[in-house]
Structures are given as C-alpha cells and as structure tokens.
C-alpha cells in the first residue's frame, strides 16, 4: 500500500509528473472525500454548535458545569478585569451585563460586561442527534421502508431481468433482435415524462401509499438485461448443450449454470439496483404521500420544514442513509473488478 | 443396446443445405469414427444424432425407434463435446452428478456410479476440485466421465482430442479404445484426422461436404478407396494421383499412358473403360520400390526427408512422393527411377470413381 502511494514514473526519483499527479489525486481525494467528511463531522454538532460562526471543523460545545443550588450552567473564560484568567459560570445575562459566579463559590454574584467573557468550550460529539433519530422521529419506519423496498426490488430485478437476459442471449426466436432494441429504445425516454402515465397506472391498481407502487415500476431495468444479456453471450453454448444433454430443464440450466456463472455481472447489476432504489426520491414521492409509507431520502425531505429545519437531525440521519450503500458497495466491490476483468480476458 | 440408423438424413440453414441426403447404418457396440476435412458437416451431423440440431428431412433411428423429434435429453446418448464444456463453477464431483441429479437419482447411487468412473478413469484424487484446477487431459477424462456416469446407449465424441497435446492425445487415444473394449457401448467420434480414424476406428465414415463418400472398415477403406477423394483422404503421406489416358484394355489389366513418363500396366478391369478416356492412377507412396523392370518412373530428387528409420523422396514435375526403407544415398538433384507395382496401382475414371481390380471382389 505504502510503496503503491509512493510509486513514482520509474526513474527512482519524483519526477514533476509524480507532483502533478499526485496533486491531482489529492485534489480529487479533497472534492470526493471533504464533503462526507464534513458531514460526518457536523452530524456531530449539536444544534447551537453547527449554528457557531465562523464555523468550526470539529464538534465543538460549550462547557457547562453544575453549581450547587442553582443548577447546570455555562462555562466562561474572563478575558479581562479583576477575573482575568478566571472561569466563571453563567447564571443570567442582563443586558450588556453578564452575571456569572464562581463554580467554587456560588454565592457571590460577579457582573462583568459581556465583551470581557469568551465561552469555554470542548470537543464533545452530540451522539444523541443519533439516538434522538429513534426517540424523536419514526426513523426506524423509514429504515424499514427503504430496506424493504431496496431489498425486494433489488432481489426481483435481478431475477427477472436475468430471466430476460437468459433468452435474449441464448435463445434464438423470430423477434429476438427487434425485441431487444425496443427495450433498450425505452432508455431514451426520459422518466419525467413517464411519470404522470406511471402514476395513473399505479394508481388505478391501487399501489399508491404502498412499497409496491415503488418496487414494481422499477424491477424491468433496460439497463439491467443489456448488462446482463452482454455478459451472458460470453457464456459459451457448448455449456448449455451439455447441460441439456444432462436432462436439466431450462429452468435448471438457468437456476444452476447460466445464473451462477453470471454472477459477477449479477453483481454489478446489483449495486446498481441498490443505489438506485436507495436514493430514488421523484418516484416515490409521486406514490407515497402518507408519511408512514416514506422511504429514507422522503424523510429527510420532509425534515426541512417551512419555517424551521432540525439540521443536526438532518445530519445525522443522511449519515445513516449513506451507511448501507457503502457497505454493499464495499462487499461486492472484488465482484465488480472480477467481472470486468473476466469479461476483458475471455 | 445402442445402434444407430440414419436414412437419407438432410440438413439445411436457410438455404444453405449443409447434409445431403446420408445414409448409413452403425451397429450395436462398435466404434464409428466420422472423418473429413473441416466444414464437411461431420460436426453437424453428430449434433443431428444426439439432437442439438434438427433434422430437415429424412429419419434417425435408434434401437429402431424414430427419434427426430424426441429431446436430446430423451435419446439416451452422452456427448463429450470439444471444448468439454465442463461446467467451471462446480467441481469434479458435482459436474459429473449433475446429470443423474436431473433424473432424481438417488444420492447413494450417484455416489456409487460417479465413484465408479471416476475410479475407471483415474479421477479418484480430483474428485473435490474444480475444473480449471485440472490439466487438459484430466478436463478431458472428466468429461468422459460424465458422459459415462448416465449410462447411455451410444456415446458421441466430437473431436473430444483437438484441443491437447500431440503426446497426450497418443495416450488418450489408446485410453478411449481401451474404454470402449470394456463398456462394449456403441460410439462415434467425430475428427477431421484420418490418422485417429484409422488407428480407432471399427468403421469409417468419410464425409465431404455432406456427403458421404465411403463407409467401411479402415483398411478396407486403405486397400480399396471408393474414389478419388477418400483415396486422397486416407493413408499418410497421401497416395500419389497421377492423371493419364487409357493406353490399352487388356483381359490381365488396364495399361495407362501417363503424359511424359510413358506406359503403365496395371490390373484394373477393362469393364466399363475405354482407350483414350481421361483416367487417374493412384498409387502409395509405401508401395512404390526402387528396384523393377517395368512402370519405372523417373525423375529428378526435389526433396529428401529422412527420418532415420524410413525416408521419403519427392520426384520433380510428377510431384510423387515415395516411401523407402530405412535411409537413402540419393540426394538433391540426383535422378531416380521409380517402380509402380501392377497390383498397387488404383485406377479412377474421369468421374473420380476407383475402378475394380482383377481377381478382387470390392
């Protein structure tokens, strides 16, 4: 890895070429990684923190200290005065003044003047913005909501539009081509203008306000049995054929040869179907209209409110949205080179 | 049980006819090997009998039964294909189970029968690995395997030895008839080298563009060739053919004059012949000798190939090749004179067919 990262052009010293390079992969590490990273780090604020001008990169929070009898108060750092280099605790503020006790000794009242006081503060990571996701909102629904959804329509696409690609690619029937090219045909239609048809369709076979109205438009992907079909014409037939000869039904040459020797570009399909179906938000904002129905991107959606938005919730949970798909991602990811690779060699 | 019977079996592409019209009967436990150049449609028939292709017109049978519309699965037949189309997710074991899975065989038994053939052919240790883990030649017997396993009645070949090693393929010959002397089941093997075919083969089937040009056993086919083509076909290096007029008809024997190298008797009846007709003689390089008094043939040495226990000489302008003992003096350039044996030579009339030869009933 280390000897990877340094590689140079192979004169054994860093050539201006290496600079340039590199520079360009940091840049490109900078805008591809900073704004998750941002967004991790700010999920982390709680609510006054993220509102902090100038912004600070980390989860900074204001220190409080508990004072006996008159509860938990905000930590101050006094600048200047007979105090200076005290920290003081906060009990009210009134108007240019500030009236602040010492933690040690609460009786006495100190008044300073508020530009004389800078708050105290330490990095703390606010995880119940997380936490607050199960307590305050419905968020395991919405979890569950786009789970189902992804999962179901992921599982469906890849087992009709392999069916498809099945025939496609290894039968020959009168209307295999022109078959073929109308499907892919539809992938010049763009699905805004589909969506008004779609949703009467939906609509009349009583699939709004429920994960089917979302899963069934979507299983039959062009893309997918183009993929599929591509990779399934490498197959060679003689594989087939001894299968037949073997006895084996089509469904089982299907279900035991043609799907597992395809699986990497069943991989492929896969993470594709994921993605799409985890941040598909036009089309089930056009079906689901219930909030007990909302997938996760419908959710945060509905998070930013006319005249207030809970950023820090906002936040967190778009962290949690993202978490699945990278994990998937990460799992199948050896399939995806594997199957480029395979389909370059043979 | 396993014989097989094809009655003018045509195919076409489009219109493209690929089969004439074939017919030819294989009996029950023998060794049928189909030999022809590339493109003669050998390939395509075999996937006819085992039904991959359709047939265009005309019947199979096999035991007697009509099978042209029944599945391939149904026809009781195994092929080992060229490529061994091994399925390359499974391992040894399960690629050659998964044909009895498909009957609902029981577990015991696909055990016991796959145990069986993996031990007849040497497999046992490979038994739990995949396919791309084994050598050319293991894939190869792997792919036997399976085909044994199910039991069939007729195994088919298709030129299952084109894709390894000279060496190998020696081995594997021998092991493939070796295997067909103990099961005793019909089998027809399809390859485009006439030297499998001889050493294999009970009968030959010779193919050319899709029709067959002789069937028989191989050295009926070496001594007596139908015709020009399997003349040509069989026997290496291949038989001189030397176009000629008919000289004279004589009860003993037909002479024929060949243009610049003067008479030659041989014993061909005169029946159907006449003098002045364009005839071809054909005689093996093997059979032609150095020493004689008569049909001597003499030309310049264009090439010498001596590979020590025999050597071969190629004369100028005739274009014959001869086959001689043990090793040879005679260099390039050097003029030698060659005999034609009477009773060597096979005559051809001018639609290419061998002319039958005096005291032999072919």
């Not at chain 1, 600048?79 to 500030?98: C, K």
């Not at chain 2, 003018?8 to 436990?29: C, L, M, Q, R």
């Not at chain 2, 004059?257 to 005169?270: N, Q």
Request: glycine share 8%.
């Amino acid at each position: 890895m280390g000897r990877f990262l340094a590689a140079t052009r192979g004169f054994g010293r860093w050539d201006w070429t290496d600079w340039a390079a590199h520079a360009y992969l940091v840049l490109g590490v900078l805008v591809m990684l900073g704004p998750v990273l941002w967004l991790g780090l700010s999920s982390l604020k709680s609510e006054s923190g993220l509102l902090v001008f100038p912004p600070t990169l980390l989860p900074y929070e204001q220190a409080s200290v508990a004072v006996e009898g008159r509860g938990n108060l905000k930590l101050f750092h006094v600048t200047a005065g007979e105090y200076a280099g005290h920290d003081l605790a906060e009990v009210r503020r009134l108007g240019l003044q500030s009236q602040l006790v010492d933690p040690a000794a609460p009786a006495t009242l100190i008044r300073l003047p508020l530009d004389s006081r800078v708050p105290v503060t330490r990095l703390r990571a606010a995880w119940e913005n997380y936490s607050g996701l199960f307590e305050q909102f419905d968020f395991l629904r919405y979890l569950w909501n786009s789970v189902f959804i992804t999962a179901v329509a992921t599982i469906l696409t890849l087992l009709l539009n392999s069916m498809a690609a099945f025939a496609l690619s290894k039968y020959r029937f009168a209307g295999r081509e022109p078959v073929f090219l109308l499907m892919l045909a539809t992938l010049m239609i763009p699905p805004t203008i589909v969506l008004v048809p779609n949703y009467l369709i939906a609509a009349t076979l009583g699939l709004t306000n429920s994960p089917w109205g979302v899963i069934w438009p979507a299983v039959a992907t062009p893309t997918g049995v183009f993929l599929l079909r591509q990779y399934m014409l490498t197959l060679p037939d003689e594989l087939i054929e001894a299968a037949r000869m073997d006895n084996a039904s089509e469904w089982r040459i299907y279900w035991r040869i043609v799907l597992p020797l395809s699986a990497p570009a069943l991989a492929v399909l896969a993470i594709f179907s994921v993605m799409w179906r985890w941040n598909e938000f036009l089309w089930p904002m056009v079906v689901l209209s219930r909030s007990e129905s909302f997938t996760l991107p419908l959710a945060l959606n509905a998070f930013q409110g006319e005249l207030t938005t809970q950023w820090n919730f906002l936040l967190a949970m778009t962290m949690v949205t993202l978490i699945p798909v990278t994990v998937i991602f990460l799992a199948l990811q050896r399939h995806i080179t594997q199957g480029i690779a395979s389909a370059g060699v043979k | 049980m396993g014989s097989l019977s094809l009655r003018d079996v045509a195919k076409s592409f489009g219109d493209v006819k690929i089969i004439h019209e074939v017919s030819f009967d294989i009996p029950d436990g023998g060794f049928t090997v189909f030999v022809g150049p590339s493109g003669c449609g050998k390939s395509t028939l075999l996937r006819m009998i085992c039904g991959l292709e359709t047939v265009s017109g005309g019947v199979i049978e096999i035991d007697g039964t009509r099978v042209n519309d029944v599945p391939a699965a149904r026809r009781g037949l195994a092929m080992v294909f060229q490529s061994y189309a091994l399925y390359p997710h499974m391992t040894v074991f399960e690629n050659m189970a998964f044909g009895l899975e498909n009957i609902a065989t029981p577990a015991d038994e696909i055990a016991r029968r796959v145990g069986e053939a993996a031990r007849m052919l040497k497999l046992e240790p490979y038994l739990q690995r995949k396919p791309t883990a084994l050598s050319g030649g293991q894939r190869q017997r792997v792919a036997i395997g399976r085909a044994i396993v199910r039991e069939p009645r007729i195994f088919l070949f298709d030129e299952p030895l084109s894709n390894l090693d000279a060496e190998l393929r020696v081995g594997m010959r021998a092991e493939l008839i070796d295997l067909h002397r103990r099961l005793r089941t019909t089998m027809i093997y399809v390859t485009h080298d006439q030297v499998e075919a001889m050493t294999m083969a009970d009968t030959i089937v010779v193919l050319r563009a899709g029709r067959v040009e002789q069937v028989g056993a191989p050295l009926d086919l070496y001594n007596h060739p139908a015709n020009v083509f399997v003349a040509g076909f069989i026997g290496s290096p291949r038989m001189n053919l030397l176009s000629g007029k008919v000289h004279r008809l004589d009860d003993a024997g037909v002479s024929v004059e060949l243009p610049g190298h003067g008479v030659f008797t041989t014993t061909a009846r005169r029946t159907r012949l006449q003098v002045g007709e364009p005839v071809t003689l054909g005689v093996r390089p093997e059979h032609i000798r150095l020493d004689g008094d008569h049909n001597m043939l003499a030309g310049g040495v264009a090439g010498v190939e001596q590979l020590g226990g025999l050597s071969y000489i190629r004369l100028a302008e005739s274009e014959v090749t001869v086959q001689l003992p043990g090793q040879t003096k005679l260099g390039f350039a050097d003029t030698a004179r060659v005999h034609l044996p009477a009773d060597m030579i096979h005559l051809f009339d001018a639609d290419g067919l061998a002319v039958p030869r005096v005291g032999v009933t072919a």
